[in-house]
């Protein structure tokens, strides 16, 4: 299963939408996976099949892997996942078989504890340029459904976008 996932190549194409089918994901129906059991066993792992990924009403805890290369000079981006309202949503930067960066979002986390404060699913990452990075993503919810976009924006370009969406729902 770890064949059939892609790197993300972060070009001006690939930038600012879902990237979901270059990943792979794995169900935990029963809560018994840790971050450590992720990086250290083989795991089934399943090709993600759609751009915009919809996990139907459930509470497993799902597991999504992904690689990103940055061939570009920007070095600061956001990944924008999961509906405001999923309870988990937790982002390691992995490095071989451990944990080398770790940020958490979600309703079930204070609002204060997010590293960027903002109604929306933000994790703030930096890429160098020429490198690859591989990440895992756990997302929890207690039934509701989870919507899965896996979109990386160039900073700048993601505040502006959404300044612009803000704007016109105010309009509405």
Request: proline letters at 3%.
């Amino acid at each position: 299963s770890v064949h059939s996932q892609e790197t993300i190549l972060l070009t001006q194409d690939e930038l600012s939408r879902s990237q979901c089918t270059s990943a792979t994901i794995l169900e935990d129906a029963d809560h018994a996976l840790s971050i450590e059991n992720i990086l250290q066993q083989e795991l089934d792992f399943k090709p993600m099949q759609n751009e915009m990924e919809i996990l139907d009403f459930n509470s497993s805890r799902w597991w999504i892997r992904f690689s990103v290369l940055n061939p570009n000079g920007s070095n600061e981006f956001l990944l924008e996942t999961a509906r405001p309202i999923t309870d988990k949503v937790v982002l390691y930067q992995v490095a071989g078989d451990s944990v080398a960066e770790k940020w958490v979002n979600g309703d079930d986390f204070a609002f204060d504890e997010k590293d960027i404060p903002h109604r929306k699913c933000l994790f703030p990452i930096h890429l160098e340029q020429g490198v690859e990075y591989s990440f895992v993503l756990m997302l929890e919810s207690d039934g509701e459904m989870i919507n899965l976009p896996l979109t990386i924006w160039e900073s700048k370009s993601f505040f502006v976008s959404d300044y612009h969406n803000q704007l016109w729902h105010g309009l509405y």
